[in-house]
């Protein structure tokens, strides 16, 4: 069975930085893709951003330019940078993984991201 461990979460300051990292263990394979939502208080889980086994990246508008996600397949491990942060990045940031042949979501726990001066 997979699983998905988020660490890196914290406090910063508006305008700092922070750095996610999801980690699977498990029978996860080779052709999957992993990425990143968020959720913020009293609204819906968003996506935030994906990287396909070939490496493609895919970011929600908001975060394109800001955040950066990348990956280890050695280690089945993303990462997310995430730069110039705004209060309205506050939230639970949740790893997220499907895989050939069902492409059936897969969760990790999260990890809270709060931006606050």
């Known amino acids: 069975q997979v699983q998905l461990v988020e660490s890196g979460g914290g406090l910063v300051e508006p305008g700092g930085s922070l750095s996610l990292s999801c980690a699977a263990s498990?029978?996860?394979?080779?052709?999957?893709?992993m990425g990143w939502y968020r959720q913020a208080p009293g609204k819906q889980r968003e996506f935030v951003a994906l990287?396909?086994?070939?490496?493609?990246?895919n970011y929600a508008d908001y975060v394109r330019g800001r955040f950066t996600i990348s990956r280890d397949n050695a280690q089945n491990t993303i990462h997310l940078q995430m730069n110039n942060l705004e209060p309205d990045a506050t939230g639970v940031y949740y790893c997220?993984?499907?895989?050939?042949?069902?492409?059936?979501?897969?969760w990790g726990r999260g990890t809270q991201v709060t931006v606050r001066g």
């Open positions: 997220h993984c499907q895989r050939f042949p069902t492409w059936k979501s897969i």
């Open positions: 498990g029978r996860i394979g080779d052709n999957k893709r």
């Open positions: 990287v396909t086994s070939r490496g493609e990246p």
